[in-house]
C-alpha cells in the first residue's frame, strides 16, 4: 500500500477484552496483592485500559478493585465503566468529591476534566486510608516495565525463529511501560554492543514530556503525595488538553526511558491527532485491525519512517507496538471522520506554567 522497501512488522496486544498490554502487568500485580494477603487495590485510570485489565485481574483473583478515572473519559466513554463495572469494579469519576485531595484540586481548578496525575492522587489517597489496600500504578514504575517485558521477548524470539532483524524499533509512549518493554531485550543487545538499533518513542503534541518536557525529579501525581522521580516532565501540575489518546496524557515518563533518552540511546518525537487517526484510518483499512489512538501514535511513526525508505531506497525492516484496539474510541474516530478533531499544541507560557510547579532545591530545575 506504501510502496515501499521497508518491510514493516507489529507486535499487537489488543486480543483480550481489556483491548491493551495492560493486562500483562494486571495479573502480575494482582497475584501479589493476593499473596500479600490484601482485600483489595486502588488504581487510576485515564482512558480505562489499566481500570479494564486490573479489575478483571481482581475478578479471577478475588480481590476488591477501586478505580478512580480521569473524568473527560469517564464521559468520553460510558461503555469502558461498565466494563469495569462487570468485572466487579467500582469505578469514580475523578477529580471527586470522593477524597480530600480531590476536593482540593475541585476548589482550585473548578470544572476540570482531570488527569492521570490527579485520579493517581485520588487513589493513593483512598488506598492509605483503608485497612487492607493498597494502590497499584499501570505504567510508569519500573516493576511495570518489567512486566511487560514479555513483549519484546515474545517480538524477539518470534523475529530470532525467522532470522528477521529489525533496525529501528518504534513505540508509542505515554508512562513507557509498553515501548519499555518491547524495546528491553533489543535495549540489552545495544547497551552490551552486541548489536545496534534505532528506537523511536511517539508522544502526542498535546502532551510532549520528553520532547519538550525537562529532566528533573518530579511529583508523579498532582496532588503532591507520591514519591519524587527523576524524569522526562511537563510538571505534575501540568493538565493535558482533553486530547483522544487518554493513555498518553499523563505529565512525566518513566525514569528508565527518560536516561536512555537522555544519554542518546533513544530517540523521541511528537506528532498531532489528526495525523495520527489518518494513519489509524489507513492501517485499519489495510490491516482490518482498528486500532486505539495511542497505538496509532506508533503506526504513524512507523509509516513516516517506511515512506523516508522509500525516498532512499532503503530496505528498512521497521517493529513496533501495537498496543491496542480502539472499539471504545469511536467517538474520536466520529470526530475525525467529521472533521472536527482539533490539534492541540501547547504554548511555551503553557509549558512554563507546569514546570513553575517542579520542586526547586540544589541541583534539581537551576
Ligand atoms: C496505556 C496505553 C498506552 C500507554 O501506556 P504506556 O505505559 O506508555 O505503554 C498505549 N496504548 C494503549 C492501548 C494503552 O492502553
Redesign the pocket.
Known amino acids: 500500500k506504501l510502496k515501499t522497501p521497508a518491510k514493516i512488522y507489529y507486535k499487537f496486544e489488543g486480543n483480550n477484552t481489556s483491548g491493551?498490554?495492560?493486562l500483562n502487568s494486571a495479573i502480575a500485580q494482582a497475584y501479589y496483592a493476593k499473596e500479600q494477603g490484601l482485600k483489595g487495590v486502588t488504581t487510576e485510570t485515564g482512558?480505562g485500559?489499566?481500570g479494564t485489565a486490573l479489575s478483571m485481574a481482581c475478578s479471577y483473583l478475588e480481590l476488591d478493585c477501586k478505580v478512580y478515572m480521569v473524568k473527560c473519559s469517564y464521559e468520553q466513554k460510558p461503555f469502558r465503566r461498565e466494563v469495569m463495572r462487570t468485572y466487579g469494579a467500582s469505578v469514580t469519576p475523578s477529580p471527586s468529591e470522593e477524597t480530600e485531595v480531590g476536593r482540593k484540586i475541585l476548589a482550585e481548578h473548578p470544572g476540570t476534566t482531570g488527569s492521570l496525575g490527579c485520579a493517581i492522587s485520588e487513589a493513593v489517597e483512598v488506598a492509605t486510608h483503608t485497612d487492607g489496600y493498597r494502590y497499584v500504578l499501570g505504567?510508569v514504575l519500573n516493576q511495570v516495565l518489567l512486566h511487560q517485558s514479555v513483549i519484546g521477548m515474545e517480538a524477539k524470539i518470534a523475529m530470532d525463529k525467522y532470522g528477521i532483524k529489525p533496525d529501528i524499533i518504534i513505540g508509542?509512549?505515554?508512562?513507557?511501560?509498553?515501548?519499555g518493554g518491547l524495546i528491553s531485550p533489543f535495549m540489552g543487545e545495544k547497551l552490551r554492543g552486541e548489536a545496534d538499533y534505532r528506537f523511536i518513542a511517539v508522544e502526542p503534541a498535546s502532551c510532549p514530556s520528553l520532547t519538550r518536557g525537562v529532566f528533573a525529579y518530579d511529583f508523579c501525581d498532582t496532588g503532591m503525595v507520591c514519591p519524587l522521580a527523576k524524569m522526562y516532565t511537563l510538571g505534575s501540575g501540568f493538565i493535558p488538553s482533553a486530547n483522544h489518546a487518554g493513555?498518553?496524557r499523563y505529565h512525566g515518563m518513566s525514569s528508565t526511558l527518560s536516561q536512555l533518552y537522555h544519554d542518546g540511546y533513544m530517540e523521541a518525537r511528537s506528532v498531532e491527532q489528526t495525523a495520527v487517526f489518518e494513519a489509524a484510518e489507513q492501517f485499519a483499512r489495510v490491516e482490518g485491525i482498528l486500532p486505539?489512538p495511542?497505538?496509532s501514535h506508533a503506526i504513524k511513526a512507523a509509516i513516516d519512517e517506511a515512506l523516508k525508505c522509500k525516498e532512499t531506497g532503503e530496505e528498512k525492516t521497521i517493529l513496533f507496538g501495537l498496543?491496542?484496539t480502539g472499539y471504545f474510541d469511536m467517538m474520536a474516530y466520529e470526530k475525525f471522520h467529521d472533521g472536527v478533531m482539533t490539534d492541540y499544541i501547547p504554548t511555551d507560557d503553557d509549558l512554563k506554567v507546569g514546570f513553575d510547579g517542579i520542586p526547586r532545591f540544589p541541583g534539581n530545575m537551576e
Open positions: 491493551s498490554h495492560k482512558a485500559q489499566w505504567s508509542c509512549a505515554g508512562g513507557g511501560s509498553n515501548l493513555g498518553l486505539a495511542e497505538s498496543t491496542g
